[in-house]
């Protein structure tokens, strides 16, 4: 498989992926609080891209394991979601990424969601990249706070190399003195090129201030409108969106996360962008 190149077209359901096409959505919550919580926000979601004619996969982590503190919420477990991440795929037609922090969680997985996430701490870590290449899945990689974009072409290639075209690469930031992040929109044609695979803004997470409130992450989610407009003038594949119906309750990155009640008027902006972006008039 050695030299095999990611797919610039990453199709996954109904869902199209690509930096030329036009702009497609990955959104949820942060963390799957509750089986009614998680349909919630799935038919919410679903019925706002229906409205606005956006391809949408839904996303929420079944465990957040880097909270700041040991005390952090963390989620409903790998047993308890893999039920759930079935059920919105077959209630609501949608597809369904989550994230993976072990080797042999990507298996089982694998076996219920259409994207397995792999996070920017965990971006290097190369068995992990290999069993979730392993799975057939579309996977997408985000790249570390610490890391160059032109770095991300030997992340991918594990991924291609191991037999998986169907990358995703994000963009979320990268560490700029203590308890901040920076992005810098150069990172999102230098990953464009050197990866050859769709890229993706995440929105929420470049805005976010890791370990900012002592022992629990702050953000600043005014911000998220600020810098999801840039990257999509610059041209992307899609834009990652944390959104939540309450984020000032929620038990994880509440402060970066886009109220639900807003999340429709960020996505219409965000098409107009991206129309004059792709010179489109879809």
């Known amino acids: 498989m050695s030299g095999e190149r990611a797919n610039p077209v990453v199709s996954v359901g109904d869902v199209r992926f690509g930096n030329d096409l036009p702009l497609a959505l990955i959104a949820g919550p942060c963390q799957m609080e509750s089986r009614e919580h998680a349909l919630e926000c799935a038919a919410a979601i679903k019925e706002i891209a229906a409205r606005r004619g956006i391809g949408v996969v839904f996303k929420t982590s079944f465990d957040k394991a880097n909270r700041t503190s040991i005390k952090g919420a963390r989620g409903m477990g790998l047993d308890a979601a893999l039920p759930v991440f079935a059920e919105i795929r077959e209630r609501y037609g949608m597809p369904v ?10 298996a089982p997985v694998g076996e219920v969601v259409d994207i397995l996430q792999i996070p920017a701490f965990l971006c290097r870590q190369t068995d992990l990249l290999i069993a979730a290449a392993a799975t057939g899945r579309t996977v997408n990689v985000k790249k570390g706070q610490f890391l160059a974009p032109w770095d991300m072409k030997n992340v991918v290639a594990k991924l291609t190399e191991s037999g998986n075209p169907n990358v995703l690469v994000t963009e979320r930031g990268v560490s700029f003195g203590y308890n901040t992040l920076v992005t810098d929109m150069r990172a999102l044609p230098i990953m464009a090129e050197t990866t050859g695979a769709p890229v993706i803004f995440d929105a929420t997470h470049s805005v976010q ?8 992450s702050g953000g600043q989610r005014e911000f998220v409108p600020v810098l999801a407009r840039a990257a999509v003038a610059v041209g992307i594949a899609g834009v990652f969106v944390e959104t939540h119906p309450d984020p000032d309750k929620a038990p994880s990155d ?6 639900l009640s807003q999340f429709e008027d960020l996505v219409a902006r965000l098409q107009a ?5 792709k010179g489109t008039s879809n």
């Open 97 to 106: 990424l989550t994230d993976v922090h072990e080797n042999d969680q990507c």
């Open 209 to 216: 201030q890791p370990g900012g409130q002592g022992t629990s």
């Open 254 to 259: 509440g402060p970066n996360m886009v109220p």
């Open 273 to 277: 962008f991206d129309r004059v972006a």
